[in-house]
């Protein structure tokens, strides 16, 4: 095996390993919600989302705007480049950086 498909593997498997990680933490950070008429997170969900969520999303963002970057001449040539661009930077990015602590918007208002 060449040094560059180890590296690609080792990649591939910390993606994967990350999104589902991420998926099971946003899981647990939605059941502990506070029963409170507000929808206030509890101080579990904060603190899972500042020692887990918040690196694994960080993490998902990096990793997504490699994948953008390297696409990027491949969408440039089907003409779709907003899409992706969307799905793999903007939307993570705006979930690890813009959103409450606590709130993953798995719940409704």
Same mark, same amino acid.
């Given at each position: ?5 180890? $590296?690609?593997? #080792?990649?591939? +498997?910390?993606?994967?390993?990350? =999104? ?10 939605? +059941?502990? #919600?506070?029963? &409170? ?5 509890? @101080?579990? =969900? *904060?603190?899972?989302?500042? *020692?887990?969520?918040?690196?694994? @999303? ?8 490699? $994948? ?5 001449? #491949? &969408?440039? *040539? @089907? ?5 992706? +661009?969307?799905?793999?930077? $903007?939307?993570? +990015?705006? #979930? ?14």
């Amino acid at each position: 095996m060449s040094a560059k498909s180890r $590296v690609f593997s #080792f990649v591939a +498997a910390a993606a994967l390993l990350g =999104a589902s990680a991420s998926a099971a933490a946003v899981d647990s950070v939605d +059941a502990s #919600f506070s029963t &409170e008429s507000d929808n206030t997170p509890s @101080s579990g =969900a *904060i603190a899972m989302d500042i *020692i887990l969520l918040r690196p694994l @999303s960080l993490m998902g963002t990096v990793l997504g705007t490699a $994948v953008f970057v390297a696409g990027l001449p #491949f &969408e440039a *040539i @089907s003409g779709d480049i907003s899409g992706p +661009a969307k799905r793999l930077v $903007v939307q993570p +990015a705006k #979930f690890t950086f813009t959103r409450p602590l606590g709130d993953t918007g798995g719940r409704s208002n």
